[in-house]
């Protein structure tokens, strides 16, 4: 699997098994969660519909930057500072979702790894 698609899911899968933790909060930090979820979704939704169309997905890497540096204030008080920064990391060495236009270019057999995002994107919006 490519490596960024990879540590996209891992983050998606990781929260997503947490998400008991997660439920746990207070209804603030609850909403403030699902709307972090939520723009996460969105941006991979976006990233997966343009890459599908053959397309370089504009500025989703520095949208994907910007969610990684913001994950460990979001959800280290329920997962941990520890698993919350190394989550984050992982989501940050993933942030390049743009160079996925060259590594389909350079091999289209990859691009059947593409479905994966709109399945982290899918995990986020359930989170």
């Known amino acids: ?13 990781t929260l997503f098994g947490l998400k008991e933790s997660l439920a746990k909060a207070k209804k603030q930090k609850r909403d403030e969660m699902a709307d972090y979820f939520q723009n996460v979704s969105a941006c991979l939704s976006n990233t997966y519909a343009t890459l599908s169309d053959n397309k370089i997905p504009q500025d989703r890497c520095a949208e994907l930057l910007s969610y990684s540096e913001t994950l460990p204030k979001v959800v280290k008080s329920f997962i941990g500072e520890d698993k919350a920064n190394e989550l984050a990391q992982t989501l940050m060495d993933s942030h390049k979702v743009e160079s996925l236009y060259a590594v389909f270019e350079l091999n289209p057999e990859t691009k059947k790894e593409l479905p994966a995002i709109a399945e982290a994107a899918g995990i986020f919006l359930a989170l």
């Open 1 to 13: 699997m490519v490596t960024i698609i990879k540590g996209i899911i891992v983050v998606a899968k």
